[in-house]
């Protein structure tokens, strides 16, 4: 569809007096900060939707903190881990070897759980620290 | 023979060779030198000298040019031979009513391959072709994950509003005011959409300026934050932000698309390729298009677009005292872009005290993407090695893209139709 419109509040004239310019500026900047301000408004709504989302799907699913079999025994606080959470013998196995590998003899792994969601800067600072060491 | 060499050489270019074209065969050397030699946007400068280059030899059968009686040259301009389309002798004499179109038939159009290609610039195709590109290479990501830093791509306008006021007071019509004070949203494609349609007599220039500014953006802005911020407020470390789904994405590009067209609606060209180039990108089912979008498209634009801005580059207009004061006011709306940025991320601050913004994004909204992210990102790391703000920082500085294709709406809107 097409769309012929002047705003009439900010016509001006070619050669326009200073306070005809301050109320040009002054309208410009209402309008760009309506329009980015609008989609922020709008932005928080859908975070906050998609954040329910993820908050009821994240409590519909399982706590995935695992225990390795031979760990010390987690406190009472902790729910025990059931069957499902075992983590297969072989990726404990593996996990091991890259621990033993990267950090050498004398570990004992406590426990394997999964990394948490938000925490990327963390993770990719501890990658460049690894990076700059070669492993023996 | 000898008359024949004197004839053949009457037939040559030297002799249309003006003093003001070498003067901007100097121009040229600066800008290849630029680009070449220091690396400064040499994806655009280069095409922009090449083409100016052209603009200042004596070609023929490139580009044709006439003088307006406003005293400025109009390139790209066509010759076309029309005659009255002749009916067959046998039809029957219809009756023609008094609104109806004669019918023409064309017998010669003059015209060089760049007045051709100038036309992507002269019908504005090229400008919201190049947003799909850019629209495509955009992660809005950041800014979906931290909307409130929308405000600092807003504010990164002051600079155009303030120097639409400068350059009226030194002279400029509204319209070319206009044109001028967009260079403070650091985003070419915009800057040559909007001089051509208030002020092309001004396109080369304001092309150059907002280009050189742009690629100038880790010089000019440091000392700016600097001023601006303490040593505490450069330190700050910003909450990690929250994972964006891929949902949330492809909402926001029509969203945006809407809310924008909706409100402004003469950016429509330029927002709806944007996020066309966006919602491409994160839907995950047009990998073909999104590539030919990535590379293809946006590369072979910039050759067209760089060179046919050069060619606007003519000796006879851009040798005017307009250009030095166009150059001057390009360097302050790109000093207040960036100091009122800084300066609504402090504000900003003072309301929001359990999750402060480091201020050295602010200078980010000049939507120069993505190196006035990395700067505001190194200017961090110089404070405090362990900060990473380049992520925090693509937020404001995808927001002023909108924030800039929104202004350039408003400016067209009030002086364009």
């Keep these: ?136 | 023979m000898l008359q024949n060499l004197l004839d053949y050489l009457t037939t040559t270019g030297f002799q249309f060779i003006t003093w003001q074209m070498l003067v901007m065969w100097g121009v040229v050397a600066v800008l290849l030198w630029l680009a070449v030699a220091k690396g400064f946007e040499p994806l655009l400068l280069v095409p922009i000298a090449f083409g100016a280059l052209i603009a200042n030899l004596p070609t023929r059968g490139v580009i044709t040019s006439e003088l307006r009686p406003d005293g400025v040259y109009e390139t790209a301009t066509f010759n076309v031979e029309m005659s009255p389309h002749q009916a067959s002798p046998d039809a029957p004499a219809a009756h023609t009513p008094a609104h109806a179109s004669q019918t023409y038939k064309v017998e010669k159009v003059e015209g060089g391959l760049y007045d051709f290609i100038s036309q992507g610039i002269k019908l504005e195709l090229f400008p919201p072709l190049i947003f799909l590109g850019v629209g495509a290479l955009t992660d809005f990501g950041p800014l979906i994950a931290m909307p409130r830093t929308l405000f600092l791509g807003a504010a990164a306008q002051a600079g155009l509003f303030i120097t639409f006021m400068g350059a009226s007071l030194m002279g400029f019509t509204s319209k070319q005011a206009a044109a001028i004070g967009i260079i403070g949203g650091a985003d070419g494609p915009t800057a040559i959409f909007l001089s051509n349609k208030l002020a092309p007599e001004l396109l080369g220039a304001i092309a150059v300026a907002a280009y050189s500014y742009m690629s100038l953006v880790p010089l000019i802005q440091p000392p700016i934050m600097r001023l601006l911020t303490t040593d505490k407020e450069r330190k700050i470390r910003m909450k990690s932000l929250r994972k964006v789904s891929k949902l949330e994405k492809l909402i926001f590009a029509v969203l945006v698309m809407m809310v924008c067209i909706l409100l402004v609606p003469d950016a429509s060209a330029l927002i709806a390729m944007l996020m066309l180039g966006n919602f491409l990108r994160e839907c995950g089912v047009t990998e073909r298009l999104v590539k030919s979008a990535q590379n293809e498209i946006i590369n072979v634009l910039t050759i067209f677009l760089g060179t046919s801005v050069g060619l606007t580059m003519r000796a006879d207009s851009f040798l005017a005292g307009g250009t030095l004061k166009i150059i001057v006011l390009g360097v302050v709306a790109f000093c207040v872009s960036t100091a009122s940025g800084v300066l609504v991320a402090k504000l900003m601050n003072c309301f929001s005290k359990k999750y402060p913004i480091n201020p050295l994004i602010g200078s980010a909204g000049v939507s120069a993407v993505p190196m006035a992210a990395r700067v505001s990102h190194n200017e961090g790391q110089k404070y405090d090695s362990g900060n990473y703000l380049l992520m925090h920082a693509m937020g404001p500085n995808v927001a002023g893209v909108i924030g800039t294709a929104v202004a350039a709406g408003y400016f067209i809107s009030s002086f364009a139709n």
Excluded: Y
């Design chain 1, 1 to 136: 569809m097409n769309t012929a419109l002047t705003l009439p509040l900010a016509a001006l004239p070619e050669h326009p007096e200073i306070s005809e310019t301050i109320s040009f500026q002054l309208s410009g900047l209402v309008v760009v900060f309506l329009v980015l301000g609008s989609i922020w408004f709008l932005l928080e709504i859908l975070g906050k939707i998609f954040a329910l989302r993820s908050k009821s799907a994240a409590s519909a699913s399982k706590t995935t903190t695992i225990v390795c079999p031979g760990a010390p025994a987690t406190p009472a606080a902790k729910p025990a881990p059931s069957a499902d959470d075992a983590l297969a013998p072989e990726l404990v196995a593996l996990i091991a070897a890259a621990v033993h590998l990267t950090v050498g003899a004398g570990h004992r792994i406590v426990a394997i759980s999964p990394m948490p969601h938000n925490a990327h800067w963390a993770m990719e600072g501890r990658r460049q620290i690894f990076a700059s060491h070669r492993p023996r």
